[in-house]
Structures are given as structure tokens and as C-alpha cells.
């Protein structure tokens, strides 16, 4: 049994990981980590993990791979961080931070500089490492208006790649707009992040970092250049629809997954 918030989970609950991670969540709401349109968000994910088996596919673990690889490889790489990704995966975020040097930029779509702060802090209390300051000095992403376009002059605005999750399609698009390369992870293959993305992630936020740390604990530059060369984000994203047809097909016929 596991007290969340005092709400007890049995661990021989069957969806004993997926309330955890609720639990995470709803705690990083309470914290003021996390909006409500972030909930919305995470129901929507949890949907699309339902359909993909809860696990990680072959076609995410090769976009995972060339994510990697494009951290490797970038001049200026920086993991661009909101309030659902802070809520869920510090922990991970921090260890690929430290195995790639990789920046970390906390960035939101819902922007207060109070919610910047609280999820700095969060970062930071985690671990993370090459945090830029709330106080950075700031720009703005072209074509974005409104507070949600502000982003650090020395992090996302003069990076040459981004690494992002459980994002907003209209900022995506910008990004990439701006000559950005973008990875992002979205359970969603459907969303405009999921298709105007040059690298997409189609994986759980959590199990995705996971993964690219491992990745990243062992790939040379020589095997990230074979990557990035045998990549293909559009074969990744048909795989992605492809396993999720499949499922959906085997349940309608047999009326179980
Ligand atoms: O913290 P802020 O202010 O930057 O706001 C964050 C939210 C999530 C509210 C904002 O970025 C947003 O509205 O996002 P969307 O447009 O709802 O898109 C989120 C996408 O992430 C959807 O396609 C979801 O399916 C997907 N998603 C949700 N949870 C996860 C996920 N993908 C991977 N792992 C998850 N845990």
C-alpha cells in the first residue's frame, strides 16, 4: 500500500503505475506546478498509452535514439521544460541533463513568472543541472504573441535543438518555423507537436527520458551520425499509427486486446 497524498494505493491495484503517476501530477497542481489545462492534457495522453500497450515500441526507441543522437551532435542543445514535464519527470530530466550537458529552459505556454519560478526551484530541488535562471535575459519567438512567445536569449533562442514534451502545437510550430530542430515527446500522433516535429517521440514522458538516458549513457558521436542518417521521422510516425490499427483491429475482431 502506498499512501499518495493520503489517499492509499494498493500495489496489487492493476493500474497501480498509471494512479502513481496521476498522483504526480495532481500533486504538481497542489504545488502550482501544474494548470488544470495540464490535467486535460494528461488524460488525453493516457488515452493514446492505453491504445499503444503502456510500453515503449520499437519505432519510439529509434526516435528516442535520434534525439539522442541530435543532442550529441548540436552546438547548443536545450531541454525545454513546462509544467506537466517538471510534474512527472525531474528525475529523469535531471540525469539526461547531466549524461548530455544538455541546457535546461523552463518554458510554458500558461507563463506566469511565479509558475516559472515554483517550477525552476522544482528543477533545481530535483537536481537538475545547466538550469537557466528565471531571471535570464529574454526574447521572444517570433510569430508567437502573448507571454507564452518569451523564451532566454541564451537558451532556446539561440539553440540549434530542442528537446520537448506534452506540448502545445502552436509553440511547436513556431520553434520550428524559427529554424529550430525540434524532438518531441507525444503520446499523440495525431497532434500538430506530433506531426510539424522533426524528430516525435510517440511515448510516455516518463519512459521516454528514461530511455534517453540509457541511450545517451553509451552512444558515440560516430554512432549518433549513423543514426541521425538512417532516420526517418515519417516512417516513425506511420509505424506509430500502424501499431495503434493494429491493436485497435485485433480488439475489434476478437472484442479483447
Ligand atoms: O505548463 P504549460 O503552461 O506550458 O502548459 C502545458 C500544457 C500541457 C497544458 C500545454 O502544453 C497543452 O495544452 O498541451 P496540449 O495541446 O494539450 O498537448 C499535450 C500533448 O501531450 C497531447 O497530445 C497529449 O496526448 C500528450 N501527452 C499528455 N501527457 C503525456 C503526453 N505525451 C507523452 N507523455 C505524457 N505523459
Known amino acids: 500500500m502506498v499512501d499518495v497524498m493520503g489517499h492509499e494505493i494498493p500495489r496489487s491495484h492493476p493500474r497501480y503505475h498509471s494512479l502513481l503517476i496521476r498522483e504526480r501530477l495532481v500533486e504538481g497542481f497542489n504545488k502550482g506546478l501544474v494548470v488544470p489545462q495540464g490535467l486535460i492534457a494528461h488524460g488525453r495522453g493516457e488515452a493514446f498509452d492505453y491504445i499503444l500497450g503502456e510500453k515503449t515500441h520499437e519505432f519510439a526507441l529509434r526516435a528516442e535514439r535520434a534525439a539522442v543522437a541530435s543532442i550529441i551532435l548540436a552546438s547548443k542543445p536545450v531541454i525545454s521544460v513546462n509544467g506537466n514535464y517538471a510534474a512527472l519527470a525531474a528525475e529523469e530530466i535531471a540525469r539526461l541533463a547531466e549524461a548530455t550537458g544538455a541546457l535546461v529552459e523552463v518554458n510554458l505556454f500558461y507563463r506566469s513568472e511565479e509558475r516559472?519560478?515554483?517550477?525552476?526551484?522544482?528543477?533545481?530541488?530535483?537536481?537538475?543541472?545547466?538550469?537557466?535562471?528565471?531571471?535570464?535575459?529574454?526574447?521572444?519567438?517570433?510569430?508567437?504573441?502573448?507571454?507564452?512567445?518569451?523564451?532566454?536569449?541564451?537558451?532556446?533562442?539561440?539553440?540549434?535543438?530542442?528537446?520537448?514534451?506534452?506540448?502545445d502545437g502552436d509553440r511547436t510550430e513556431a520553434l520550428v518555423a524559427w529554424g529550430k530542430r525540434v524532438a518531441a515527446i507525444d503520446l499523440n500522433p495525431f497532434s500538430r507537436t506530433a506531426q510539424k516535429a522533426h524528430i516525435t517521440i510517440v511515448d510516455e514522458a516518463i519512459r521516454a527520458t528514461r530511455n534517453m538516458v540509457e541511450i545517451a549513457s553509451s552512444m558515440s558521436p560516430e554512432e549518433a551520425r549513423r543514426v541521425l542518417d538512417d532516420y526517418s521521422n515519417s516512417e516513425v510516425l506511420r509505424e506509430a499509427f500502424r501499431a495503434m490499427l493494429e491493436r485497435l483491429s485485433y480488439a475489434a475482431s476478437k472484442g479483447v486486446l
Open 116 to 167: 516559472v519560478r515554483r517550477i525552476y526551484e522544482h528543477l533545481r530541488d530535483h537536481g537538475v543541472p545547466n538550469l537557466l535562471p528565471p531571471d535570464c535575459e529574454k526574447t521572444r519567438v517570433p510569430g508567437l504573441e502573448s507571454p507564452r512567445g518569451i523564451v532566454c536569449v541564451d537558451g532556446i533562442a539561440s539553440a540549434d535543438f530542442i528537446l520537448l514534451a506534452i506540448e
